[in-house]
């Protein structure tokens, strides 16, 4: 009978080897998972890599006895949104096929690249071994799984649903994750653009002027014979130099400054109002907080989380204090018995469409459906926002660059020209 080599993981996610005599590959699989092992790799004695899976086999033991005297993460640990993102997402396809939560947690806590993801998985799946549910385990960490993401997990694991949760939950991400990179990629385009400006005026100013301004001297031997361009260029030349630090210090303390105010409450409700009413960008910012406050809630609801708790988590993850305002007034609408559709129309953020969605939502009982709806409607319209925007602020950007640099070069080469000309006419 042949021999088969195998590596498999127990009931507590731990690896190991070892052979078997099956006559068959399927028949020595079955024995495996008859003895409560599940097998990740299995070769015939003689054919494919045995040789790999012995090496494998004799650090199978040195990495579990690793794994398990490995460091716990501790409860500030925080991770980007796209780690988590992969790992509700790789969770949610082990738990889908079949994987018990305890090992699926195993196999993923050894295979995450991020460090503190990984001392996080294994908290976690230590947590669930000793008898703790998995949205008790997920609360240790705070800064990493929000109130909505355990939420959700709860209501899973009430309704018996585990993995329909988070695989909502991985879809949420992974839609929050995508309209939070278009943002970022309409925000940050002009911003650079801006930088990159400023930075070559102060060269010019601070740098290239004063050189020119020395050479026309020289030449003219009178400031009263420049071009008047070229006169009010030198002089803000001079002004910059000779204020600059000034000016830097003015600008560090108007950062500081925003900094604090934004960190008050009143000054916080200023900027988000603002954010909202920006030219051009003020646009995108109101069709992203509507798209967050109607996937979240529509998610929440769809989970099986009591209406008045979604909507408190969801004015938590609102992003904007104009927004959590008014999703404060719903939830007290909502607590009193009252329909959604008053403090939507008083709240002045959210447009007729979405108040006419949710109206019927609430009337045919399938507001969830409609939330999520919304959302995807308003994922759409940002898409296309960014998308016009971006190409109304490229040709923008590059005319604003052109006429600064274009300005200082014609104002140093002016005087330049008027020496050829007398040169020329001598």
């Known amino acids: 009978m042949p021999t088969f080599h195998y590596i498999a993981l127990d009931q507590n996610g731990q690896e190991s080897a070892g052979v078997v005599d099956a006559a068959s590959e399927s028949e020595a699989i079955t024995n495996l998972r008859q003895q409560q092992l599940y097998p990740t790799q299995v070769v015939q004695e003689g054919k494919g890599d045995v040789a790999a899976i012995k090496k494998r086999a004799k650090s199978a033991a040195p990495r579990a006895a690793k794994g398990a005297a490995g460091a716990k993460a501790s409860g ?3 991770v980007k949104g796209k780690t988590l993102m992969v790992f509700t997402r790789q969770l949610a396809t082990l738990i889908d096929s079949g994987l ?37 385990s997920l609360q240790q960490f705070p800064k990493i799984f929000n109130k909505l993401y355990v939420n959700m997990v709860k209501a899973g ?3 018996g649903v585990l993995e329909i949760a988070l695989n909502r939950l991985a879809e949420y991400q992974e839609k929050a994750q995508k309209l939070k990179n278009k943002v970022v990629a309409a925000m ?7 930088i990159i400006a400023v930075a070559i005026m102060v060269f010019l100013m601070l740098v290239i002027v004063p050189k020119f301004e ?4 020289d030449m003219l031997g009178s400031r ?34 925003w900094k604090v105010f934004s960190a008050t409450v009143k000054g916080r409700v200023v900027i988000d109002q603002m954010k909202l009413k ?5 646009d995108v910012q109101r069709k992203t907080a509507i798209s967050r406050f109607t996937r979240t809630l529509g998610t929440l609801v769809t989970s099986g989380v009591p209406i008045l708790q979604a909507l408190n988590i969801t004015r938590e993850t609102a992003g904007n204090v104009v927004v959590s305002n008014a999703i404060t007034k719903i939830h007290d609408a909502v607590k009193e018995g009252e329909s959604m559709v008053g403090p939507l129309e008083g709240s002045g953020v959210f447009p007729p469409m979405v108040i006419s969605m949710v109206d019927v939502g609430e009337e045919t009982g399938q507001l ?22 971006t190409s109304m602020l490229e040709p923008l950007m590059i005319v604003l660059l052109a006429v600064v640099v274009g300005t200082i070069v014609l104002a140093l080469f002016l005087p330049l020209i008027k020496v050829i000309q007398e040169m020329s006419g001598g």
């Open 157 to 159: 694991e009430l309704g």
């Open 368 to 389: 969830p459906e409609m939330l999520l709806k919304v959302a995807d409607v308003y994922e759409d319209e940002v898409d296309n926002s960014v998308s016009a925007l």
């Open 188 to 194: 940050v385009y002009p911003i650079i653009v801006m």
């Open 278 to 282: 920006m030219p051009l960008f003020g």
């Open 214 to 217: 020395k050479i026309f001297e």
């Open 224 to 257: 009263d014979k420049l071009p008047e361009i070229t006169k009010i260029v030198i002089g803000f030349s001079r002004w910059m130099g000779s204020n600059f630090w000034y000016l830097v210090i003015i600008g560090a303390l108007f950062f500081i400054f």
């Open 100 to 136: 018990p939560l305890l090992r699926g947690l195993t196999v993923l806590g050894r295979q995450e690249p991020n460090p503190i993801m990984k001392r996080t998985v294994t908290t976690l799946a230590d947590s669930v071994q000793t008898g703790s549910t998995f949205s008790e």
């Open 76 to 78: 500030a640990a925080k």
